[in-house]
C-alpha cells in the first residue's frame, strides 16, 4: 500500500507540516535576539496558515519568551527537524477516559499554549507503551505510580528529509516491519541509533534500574554497543538535574572503536561524555608517561607461538587479573601503610606538640577515607596548623619563664653582683637561643618530621613488590608455588629492566595509585559504561571501581568472543557476586546484526568452543550463504579474484567491505599486494585509525572486534585459524561481522576450520 493509500493520510501530512512549522519557530525564536526576533518570525510564519488558533502570529510574539530554549535544546531541535518522530500510539487513559494521542522523537517539544506535547521524547516513561505495549489493555509506571489504560494504536513512520514516506500500522500478527527494514539496510561503518526499532528485551536492558549497575552477557550483534549507548542517553534525560554528561566515562577497547561509536551519542542528544580506554584513562591517573607494551602483543605471542613457555606466561597475566593478585596487593599496601606511620613525637625545640600515638590514630583511624599519602599530607596540614597556633603561646611561655627569673635575680639583695651580672647574661642568652629555636623550627620542623617518613612513587613499590622474590614470596607463597614465585619475579624483572609494562599492570598500577595517591577529582566519573567487558579481568573491574569510588557501572559483553580470556573474564558469577553485587544481570540472545545464514555457520564455531552460552538466534532475515573460494595461483591470480569477487559486492549494493586476516602481518602482505596488482583503493586499518568509508578496509581478526560492515571476506593464505580456544573465537568474531554477506579466501577450507562444519551451511567455490 502507498503510503497515499493510508486512510489517516491526510491528517498525518497536516501533523507533520505543523510539527515542522512549530520547531521551525522555536529554533528561529531561540536563536534570534530581541530586534530581529520579529523580522524572523515573520519568515517562518510566512506562508503558514494554521487552523489553530493559539497559532496566530500576535500570540507567536508574546510567547516569545516562552519559545526560547537553551543552546543543547536546539541543537537537537535542529537535528532532528528533518525527522521529528518516527511513532505515535493511541492510549486511552483510565483515570480520565481521554483518548491521548501521543508521538514518540528523540526530542521533545510542548505546544507552549496549551500545554501539549507535540513530540514526546522516546525515553520517556510512556514510551516504554511503544516499546513494550501489545494493544489492547496495558500499563506504565512513572514516577512510582502505575498508570493504566487502553492501547488503540501504535503506528511507525518513515520519515526521510522532512517528507513523510511510510505508514505503518503496527498489531499482534505482523512481524516489526520496520525493523526488518532496518537492519536490510548497509552499514556506514558509524554506529547508528535505533530509538524507532528498539526490541523489548532491549528496552528491558536500557531502562533498567538505574541506580544500580547491569551487567549484560550479549550474544554477537545483538545490540550491547548499541543499547549500552541508548542506556546513557536515557541516563541522562531522566536524571539531567542531578548529572551532567562530563560526569560519565566510557571505556572502549581502542581509539578506533571510539571513532566508530561517536556519532551516536550527539544524535541521542547527548555531548561531552568522556570517550577513552582503560589505557589513556589509567596514564591520566598515574599522571606519569609509561611505556606500555602493545596490548595485542602477546595475544599475537600466543597465536604466532612466540614464547618458550607459554603456559607460564598465560598463567601470569591471568595471575595479574586475578583475585589473589588484588589480595596481594591489599596485604602489600597494609604494609606500606605500616611504613607510614611516624614513630617519634612531634617537637619545636622542647615542647612535645603531638604524640606519636596521636598522629598514628589519626592516619589509622580518622583519616582511612583518604589514599594513604593523602593523609600524611593532612597531617603535615596539621602539624603545621599546630605550630601557627603554639608559636606565640611557646614564645610566651619561654619569655615568662626566663624573665620570672631574671626578675628573681635581679631583686635578691644577698647576692655577689658579679654572680648576678654572669646570671643574668647566661639566661638573656638562653632565652634568646630558645626563641631564636622556636622561631626557626617552627618554620622547619615540620618539614623535617615529614622527611623521616617514606616517601617513594607508584613505580618504585610495584617493581620492589614484583620483582624483589623474597618480599613477593612474603605475599605469596601461600597461594603459588616456589615455581611459580621464581618465574613471576623473573618475568618482572625483565619487564622492569627494560622499563615497561604490559596491559595486565594496568589494574594492579591503578589500584596501587588509588590506595596509596589516589585520582584526581575531575578523573572521577560518577558513571562507567564498559564495551567488550569480557576482555577486562576480574581485578581491572575492582581496581577501576576502587578508584572510581562507584559501582554505577554499565558492563556489557559476550564470552564467546573473549579474545583475551587467557587474561580476560570467563564467567560472569565472580564479576556478579564479588565485585558489583548490587548489580543486575541480563542477557541477549538474538543477533540483529547478521543473516541467519551467516549466524547458522557462525554457531557451529560456537559448539566448538564448549561454552556454557546457548547459541544465537537471528532475527528472522534470510541472505546468502557463506562461500568458500580456493585461492591456489600466484599472488597476482588471487588479487585478480579478489578484486573481482569485491567489484562484484560493490554491483550487489554493499557499500562497506572488508578483508579480515588473523593478523597483521597476513593484512599487511594483502595491502602490499593490492597495491601492486589492483586499482582498487584500500585501507589497512590500524588500532587509531579511523575508518575510510570509500575503501575496501583491510583489518586484522583481532582489531575487528566490535565493527561490522555490509560484507567480510576472510582471508588466509599464510596463516590458518587452528582449532584452539583464541584461534576459535578470532574467526567466530570475524564471521559475525558482516550484515549481510560473508565469504571465505584460503588455501584450503581447513584453514577456517570450516571442515568442521555443517557442510550444508556453506557454498564451495561457485564459478566464477
Ligand atoms: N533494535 C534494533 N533495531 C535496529 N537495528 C538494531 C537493533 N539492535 C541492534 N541493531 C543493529 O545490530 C547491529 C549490531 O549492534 P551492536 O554493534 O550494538 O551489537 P553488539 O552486541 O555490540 O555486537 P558485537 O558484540 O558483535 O560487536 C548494529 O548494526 C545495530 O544497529
Not at 519568515?43 to 497559532?55: I, N, P, R, W, Y
Not at 594483502?670 to 582498487?680: H, I
Not at 561481522?737 to 562444519?757: A, E, M, Q, Y
Amino acid at each position: 500500500m502507498g503510503v497515499e493509500q493510508h486512510p489517516d493520510y491526510e491528517k498525518e501530512i497536516e501533523w507533520l507540516d505543523f510539527t515542522k512549522q512549530y520547531m521551525k519557530i522555536v529554533i528561529k525564536a531561540s536563536e534570534s535576539n530581541e530586534e530581529n526576533f520579529r523580522e524572523n518570525l515573520k519568515g517562518a510564519l510566512e506562508g503558514v496558515d494554521f487552523k489553530d488558533s493559539s497559532f496566530n502570529y500576535i500570540n507567536m510574539l508574546t510567547n516569545s519568551n516562552l519559545l526560547r530554549r537553551t543552546n543543547e535544546e536546539v541543537r537537537n531541535l535542529k537535528r532532528n527537524e528533518k525527522k521529528p518522530y518516527f511513532a505515535r500510539i493511541n492510549f486511552k487513559r483510565d483515570e480520565t477516559g481521554l483518548e491521548e494521542i501521543l508521538y514518540f522523537g528523540k526530542v521533545s517539544l510542548f505546544d507552549k499554549e496549551t500545554q501539549q506535547p507535540i513530540i514526546v521524547d522516546w525515553r520517556s516513561q510512556i514510551a516504554n507503551l511503544y516499546y513494550d505495549g501489545r494493544l489492547g489493555e496495558v500499563s506504565y509506571k512513572a514516577e512510582g505510580e502505575e498508570y493504566e489504560g487502553y492501547l488503540s494504536l501504535k503506528r511507525q513512520y518513515i520519515i526521510d528529509d522532512g517528507e513523510l514516506e511510510e505508514i505503518r500500522d503496527v498489531d499482534l500478527t505482523t512481524t516489526d516491519e520496520l525493523l526488518q527494514k532496518s537492519l536490510s539496510e548497509s552499514a556506514s561503518n558509524r554506529l547508528t541509533d535505533i530509538v524507532s526499532t528498539i526490541q523489548e528485551e532491549q528496552n528491558n536492558i536500557i531502562r533498567a534500574d538505574l541506580n544500580k549497575p547491569i551487567i549484560v552477557q550479549g550474544a554477537a550483534g545483538s545490540g550491547k554497543t548499541t543499547i549500552a549507548l541508548h542506556r546513557i542517553s536515557y541516563f541522562i534525560y531522566t536524571y539531567a538535574e542531578y548529572f551532567s554528561p562530563d560526569q560519565l566515562m566510557i571505556l572502549a577497547p581502542n581509539r578506533l572503536f571510539i571513532d566508530y561509536i561517536s556519532e551516536v551519542l550527539p544524535e541521542l542528544g547527548v555531548d561531552n561524555i568522556l570517550q577513552t580506554t582503560l589505557v589513556d584513562f589509567v596514564k591520566k591517573c598515574i599522571s606519569k608517561p609509561i611505556k606500555l607494551l602493545s596490548p595485542e602483543m602477546k595475544l599475537l605471542g600466543f597465536i604466532n607461538g612466540d614464547f618458550k613457555d607459554p603456559d607460564m606466561v598465560r598463567w601470569v597475566a591471568k595471575f595479574k587479573g586475578s583475585f589473589e593478585f588484588r589480595d596481594i596487593l591489599d596485604h602489600y599496601s597494609e604494609d606500606i601503610l605500616q611504613t607510614l606511620l611516624p614513630e617519634d613525637d612531634f617537637f619545636v625545640s622542647k615542647f612535645r606538640l603531638y604524640k606519636a600515638r596521636d598522629l598514628r590514630h589519626l592516619i589509622t583511624h580518622e583519616y582511612r577515607y583518604l589514599p594513604y599519602y593523602k593523609r600524611i599530607e593532612k597531617v603535615k596540614k596539621i602539624l603545621q596548623n599546630t605550630v601557627r597556633l603554639e608559636k606565640k603561646k611557646m614564645l610566651h611561655k619561654v619569655t615568662s619563664f626566663y624573665d620570672d627569673k631574671l626578675d628573681k635575680v635581679l631583686f635578691k639583695t644577698k647576692i655577689d653582683p658579679e654572680k648576678r651580672r654572669s646570671y643574668v647574661i647566661k639566661a638573656m642568652d638562653k632565652k634568646e637561643a630558645l626563641i631564636e629555636e622556636i622561631t626557626k623550627q617552627s618554620r622547619t620542623a615540620v618539614n623535617a618530621y615529614i622527611k623521616k617518613l617514606p616517601n617513594h612513587d607508584l613505580f618504585y613499590y610495584y617493581k620492589k613488590l614484583v620483582t624483589d622474590q623474597e618480599l613477593f614470596a612474603m605475599y605469596a607463597s601461600d597461594l603459588l608455588t616456589e615455581e611459580q614465585i621464581q618465574f613471576f619475579c623473573h618475568y618482572e624483572t625483565k619487564l622492569h629492566l627494560e622499563k615497561s609494562y604490559e596491559q595486565e599492570d594496568l589494574a594492579a598500577l591503578l589500584y596501587l595509585q588509588s590506595k596509596l595517591f589516589g585520582i584526581k577529582k575531575e578523573l572521577k566519573a560518577r558513571n562507567v559504561v564498559i564495551d567488550e567487558a569480557q576482555d577486562y579481568s576480574y581485578f581491572q573491574l575492582i581496581a577501576l571501581k576502587s578508584a572510581l569510588e562507584t559501582d554505577m557501572f554499565t558492563i556489557v559483553g559476550d564470552l564467546a568472543q573473549g579474545i583475551h580470556s587467557y587474561r580476560g573474564i570467563n564467567d560472569w558469577t565472580p564479576v556478579l557476586e564479588e565485585i558489583f553485587p548490587r548489580a543486575t544481570y541480563k542477557t541477549l540472545q538474538k543477533s540483529y546484526r547478521t543473516t541467519i545464514e551467516i549466524m547458522n555457520a557462525a554457531n557451529e564455531l560456537l559448539k566448538l568452543l564448549q561454552l556454557e552460552l546457548p547459541l544465537v538466534e537471528p532475527v528472522v532475515r534470510h541472505g546468502e550463504q557463506p562461500v568458500f573460494h580456493k585461492i591456489n595461483g600466484s599472488e597476482k591470480n588471487t588479487i585478480t579474484d579478489l578484486t573481482k569477487e569485491i567489484e562484484d559486492l560493490y554491483a550487489d549494493g554493499m557499500k562497506t567491505i572488508a578483508i579480515i586476516g588473523k593478523t597483521n602481518k597476513e593484512c599487511s602482505k594483502l595491502a602490499k599486494a593490492f597495491k601492486k596488482y589492483s586499482e582498487l583503493p584500500i585501507q589497512l586499518l590500524k588500532e587509531n585509525e579511523e575508518i575510510n568509508k570509500e575503501e575496501v578496509v583491510i583489518v586484522s581478526s583481532h582489531l575487528s572486534k566490535g565493527l561490522e560492515f555490509d560484507a567480510v571476506i576472510i582471508y588466509s593464505n599464510e596463516e590458518k585459524f587452528t582449532e584452539n580456544e583464541i584461534e576459535i573465537k578470532l574467526l567466530y568474531v570475524s564471521m559475525t561481522r558482516p550484515l549481510h554477506r560473508l565469504l571465505f579466501f584460503g588455501t584450503d577450507l581447513s584453514n577456517f576450520i570450516l571442515h568442521k562444519v555443517n557442510r550444508d551451511l556453506y557454498i564451495e567455490n561457485p564459478p566464477h
